[in-house]
């Protein structure tokens, strides 16, 4: 295990916070008629209202935040493209619920599955997909399963990739938001999320026109996703992304019982948000704070920068408080080092309690030192001696 060492650093900030309000600490009442819901600003993830955000419950086509993550995650990584072309299978053609009618042998690129996906909620493009990416659907039903488990997520289980209604198929408002937050990091899905119509097989006789299921796409400003879902069992749903005044914030309902109920919680939420908050935004992922020595390395230290924005979201008029910032930094690190991995963490304390803490990553990778560089440290090291 890597040893800590810390240094405080010498400046003093002055910045603010929320008191990191939580939603046992208020008296806010959202969502009245739904089973779950939850208001969570994406950078900092401070939860601003929460009414049974654990709860495990039938996510219906909200699923499918899971299902594009994987088929981001697999563009970045150079795995798919968005030219490829995905065949549809007889099974994939044969899902019923939201679609986007695709026949057995089919054939479509990736950016046009993404978009039945994304904008209609099409059950066969994210079945097609799942077998593109994975040979087939159960396989990939493992991948999205061991993706929400690398997220931390405990109350969450698919069953399938499109959220058609299945035994131990489930997740929670909470969860929800956490997969949210991850798609939203791959910021090209918003120009997917944020088309309110568009069209398919435009080259054909018949073309097939699309629509938004996410209403809020067209009436709220900002609003540039994520996704709806319904099915008797789980009735209407919708994880919703907005970005407006700087600040992004993501919201979850479950369980509404009409779609004007689900999109009115929604928009209370977000005019609550929008309202009474605001981002102090203190450090980028490119800034760097610090530095971490490497014991035989082709470099002697790497640059450590945030693995995500350093911010705080304070209320809106809050008078303006000192936070000291701490940077501490891992000892004895070795050789290798990979781009991204954890040596350091940056916290910033107010009135000795911590309130925001995030990491600090290597910049850049780090290859072991040959046997020639070693040699000259050591013949180095030895004539300083000797001088």
């Known amino acids: 295990m890597k040893k800590l060492v810390t240094g405080c650093l010498s400046v003093l900030f002055f910045l603010t916070h929320i008191g990191f309000t939580s939603a046992e600490e208020t ?18 993830g401070t939860v601003l209202f929460d009414k049974n955000s654990h709860e495990r419950l039938p996510p219906a086509s909200m699923t499918k935040i899971m299902t594009m993550l994987l088929i981001m995650e697999a ?21 019923g619920g939201s679609q986007i009618f695709l026949e057995p042998g089919e ?16 059950n066969d493009a994210s079945v097609a997909m799942a077998e593109h990416l994975a040979g087939s ?22 069953a399938n990739s499109n959220g058609l209604p299945a035994d131990n198929h489930y997740s929670s408002a909470y969860d929800l938001a956490i997969m949210g937050k991850a798609l939203l990091q ?20 018949d073309p097939f026109w699309l629509v938004n299921t996410n209403k809020l796409i067209k009436f709220y400003p900002g609003v540039d996703g994520l996704k709806t879902g319904y099915t008797e069992e789980a009735k209407y749903c919708l994880t ?18 009409a779609t004007k109920d689900r999109n009115r919680y929604i928009t209370e939420m977000f005019d609550y948000a929008y309202s009474q908050f605001e981002l102090h ?22 640059q450590l920068v945030p693995s995500t924005p350093v911010s705080l979201l304070i209320k809106k008029g809050q008078s303006l408080d000192g936070l000291t910032e701490k940077v501490t930094v891992s000892d004895h690190v070795r050789a290798p080092v990979k781009k991204g991995d954890q040596l350091g963490i940056i916290t910033l304390h107010q009135d ?36």
């Open 27 to 44: 008296t806010l009442e959202f969502a009245e008629e739904a089973t779950s819901a939850i208001l969570m600003e994406r950078d900092t």
């Open 75 to 95: 563009i970045d990584e150079g795995r798919l493209n968005w030219e490829d072309k995905v065949r549809t299978s007889e099974r994939a053609a044969s899902m």
């Open 107 to 122: 054939e479509m690129t990736v950016k046009e599955m993404m978009k039945g996906i994304a904008i209609v909620s099409g």
């Open 137 to 158: 659907e159960k396989e990939f039903v493992r991948l999205m399963n061991d993706r929400a488990k690398e997220l931390g997520l405990t109350n969450t289980l698919f």
């Open 186 to 205: 791959h910021e090209k899905i918003t120009e997917f999320t944020s088309i309110y119509e568009d069209y398919l097989r435009e080259d054909t006789s």
């Open 240 to 257: 919703a992304s907005a970005n407006k005044d700087g600040m992004r914030m993501i919201s979850v309902v479950m369980g509404a019982p």
């Open 281 to 302: 935004n203190r450090y980028q992922p490119e800034d760097i704070l610090a530095e971490a020595k490497i014991d035989k390395g082709a470099s002697r230290s790497v």
């Open 352 to 387: 000795g309690k911590e309130v925001l803490s995030q990491p600090l990553v290597a910049k850049e990778d780090i290859k072991e030192a040959s046997i020639w560089q070693l040699m000259k440290r050591a013949k180095d090291a030895l004539s300083g001696r000797a001088s």
